[in-house]
């Protein structure tokens, strides 16, 4: 964690960020949802306070929350009432040990330059046939907000490179205007992809 300004703002604001008002991105949910087996094993990355954890087991799911922040991961804990992993994106290594990997809304904090490594390592980590959803913000440069969180902002071709070259077929990127924590305007893209 040391040294990473975006992993330090949620270490720092975990109860405030926990605290705020959210709701599950319930059209992107049914979309990843509708492709998986019953009961399917699901990572979810950057879970933040264990909504869409929630609200995946709650629809079945055999889910494994995650969150690089141990203060992020303790308030999803209190929520969810089991463990969750202490999981850093560039720490992720399994393979071949889940049917989808949902990422909403936190590798948006991964360094541009270490995307396609990230990419790579939720690829391996997937089932044949295994689906990925993940939401990143576009538009502008990287660089960071007022928090001090880092955001790498790709553009929809940019991101859909990157995806194809970590190997995942049938790339879906959506372009949405909406709203963040910030309270700044946002262009918003979900992606939903599968591997082979
Ligand atoms: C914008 S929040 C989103 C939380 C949740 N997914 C949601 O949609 O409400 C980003 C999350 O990513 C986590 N995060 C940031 N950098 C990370 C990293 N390098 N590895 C794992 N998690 C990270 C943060 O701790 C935070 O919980």
């Not at 949910?29 to 990572?43: G, K, S, Y």
């Not at 991961?73 to 992993?85: I, K, M």
């Amino acid at each position: 964690m040391t040294g990473d300004p975006s992993l330090h703002f949620y270490e720092g604001n975990a109860a405030l960020y926990a605290a705020r008002d959210r709701r599950v991105p319930e059209h992107q949910m049914t979309r990843f949802v509708e492709r998986l087996p019953v009961a399917a094993r699901i990572l979810e990355l950057g879970c933040g306070a264990g909504g869409d954890s929630e609200a995946l087991l709650q629809l079945g799911f055999d889910v494994t929350p995650s969150d690089g922040s141990a203060a992020m991961a303790s308030q999803a804990e209190r929520r969810l009432g089991r463990p969750v992993l202490v999981l850093p994106f560039q720490e992720l290594a399994y393979e071949a040990e889940f049917d989808g990997i949902w990422a909403n809304a936190c590798l948006l904090h991964v360094p541009k330059g270490n995307l396609a490594d990230v990419l790579a390592r939720i690829a391996k980590a997937l089932r044949p046939h295994g689906r990925f959803y993940a939401s990143f913000k576009t538009g502008g440069t990287q660089g960071t907000d007022r928090f001090g969180r880092y955001y790498n902002r790709p553009t929809r071709d940019e991101l859909a490179e990157l995806c194809e070259a970590a190997g995942f077929v049938g790339v879906d990127i959506e372009t949405v205007s909406g709203g963040a924590f910030d309270g700044e305007p946002t262009t918003w893209l979900y992606l939903h992809a599968g591997v082979a």
